[in-house]
């Protein structure tokens, strides 16, 4: 995936601007957690008058960060895009267009498998849900806080014996992001509006919240 950050400065001549004779931009990147950090040195000619031009050059800061639902461990930065105005015939309008390419986003859900027995009614609601089964709520916030950030980021949860004759059913449980929706996780997940209520009470969702969606039976 490739997302494209926009920035834009104002830079003050000392002198009037008539036209920019020459430009170039030289950048730096660097990456501090989800910080992208750079600095963009410009410098070229212009003219003050139609007689009269001069020298300039400057450098620009750069901070933006990356929202942290994408895995950032193959990412590269590069500039898209780079343009300019004059303003006011005193002020460089510079725009820059940085390319983020390589992002993978990051499925933030968590495999579990819970045991299906007479003791768990298979109709029963998400807060019936968690309430039976507390260790396995406990152990995915605990991983959905520790998540690994690669591709391969689901943990595995298995919680009984997979040799005796009890009947298995395999959920992901889902935490909801920001923007997410319940048209988007039904596509995400290929699931139905149906199958969803069986495990939840879906009036609403809101981030944070926990979906349970089954995705596998094994006898």
């Known amino acids: 995936m490739k997302k494209i950050y926009n920035y834009k400065k104002e830079e003050i001549f000392n002198n009037n601007i008539y036209d920019i004779l020459s430009i170039a931009i030289d950048k730096k990147f660097s ?77 933030r859900c968590i495999d579990a498998t819970i045991e299906e027995d007479d003791e768990y009614n298979i109709e029963s609601d998400n807060n019936d849900f968690i309430l039976n089964n507390t260790k396995v709520i406990d152990d995915i916030n605990d991983n959905v806080t520790n998540i690994d950030k690669r ?19 395999t959920y992901k449980i889902c935490i909801v992001r920001e923007n997410d929706t319940i048209d988007n996780i039904l596509e995400k997940y290929n699931t139905t509006l149906d199958i969803l209520r069986k495990y939840n009470v879906i009036n609403d969702i809101k981030v944070g919240d926990k979906i349970i969606i089954p995705y596998e039976k094994n006898k």
Do not use: P
């Open 31 to 107: 990456l501090d957690g989800y910080a992208i950090k750079g600095k963009f040195r410009i410098n070229g000619q212009y003219l003050i008058n139609e007689n009269e031009k001069d020298d300039f050059d400057f450098t620009l800061d750069y901070l933006n960060y990356i929202e942290d639902n994408y895995d950032i461990s193959k990412i590269k930065i590069d500039i898209d895009d780079f343009y300019y105005e004059i303003k006011d015939s005193s002020r460089l309008v510079i725009n820059i267009d940085i390319v983020v390419d390589g992002l993978e986003e990051i499925d």
């Open 151 to 169: 591709e391969d980021n689901i943990v595995n949860q298995q919680l009984f014996d997979s040799d005796n004759d009890s009947s298995f059913i």
